[in-house]
């Protein structure tokens, strides 16, 4: 039991890894002993943050703008030219968009579903050999899809092609999930209201009312979210593939 939880010595991709909610998921491996690279759009944020977490452990930043596949391949590219194997691959980035109904255009659901669901997808193609190097049956690498409570609940505000998309990526973990087992699990975690810059509007007009409504009354701390990524990362989640957990408070399970 001693090393059930235990990431010391693997390494990590972290799209999306600079701010928010990938940020706290490589925080939390980089002080698990992880070697973590981040990946987001703006170069110089990433070597900044990766500069911060490497004074607890190893990170590595490499900036890639998702949204496109041939961007998703040189990422992958830049991996391969530094690791022989990838244990663990957290799909994090992500982009939102909410405007009333007749608002929202081809432009804004491309701009959505690039980065939220073809970018995951491409991305996980273009490292399934990293990770079957990585994988066992019996110790398979992992892939962690970030997707969202609004994927599994009809949202309150307008935010179209942002929810279609999350629930996209929920149905992308259990394909993959099928079809990469036994040697490579596919989960995915639905988050709920956690700081970050997506939310930080929402927050701030209605962050008391939305901390009320959760049955467990506060929105999510950075170590909820590390937390259950180390789960499905460690040998604690190896026999859990194709589940998408929401981290919520309970707002959306317990209506």
Known sequence: MSDLFSLEGKTALVTGGSRGIGLMIARGFVEAGVRVYISSRKADVCEEVAAELSKSGECVALPADLSSEAEC????????DREDRLHILVNNAGATWGAP??????ATWDRVLDINVQAPFHLTKFLVPLLQAAGTQEDPARVVNIGSIDGLQV????TYSYSSSKAAVHQLTRHLARNLAPTITVNAVAPGPFESKMMAATLAAAGDAIAQSAPLKRIGRPDDMAGVTIFLASRAGSYVTGAVIPVDGGIATCK
Not at 101 to 106: K, Q, T, V
Request: net charge negative; hydrophobic share 40%.
């Open 101 to 106: 109904l007749a608002e929202h255009d081809e």
């Open 73 to 80: 391949r040189r990422l992958a590219g830049e991996v391969s």
């Open 155 to 158: 949202p309150m505000l307008e």
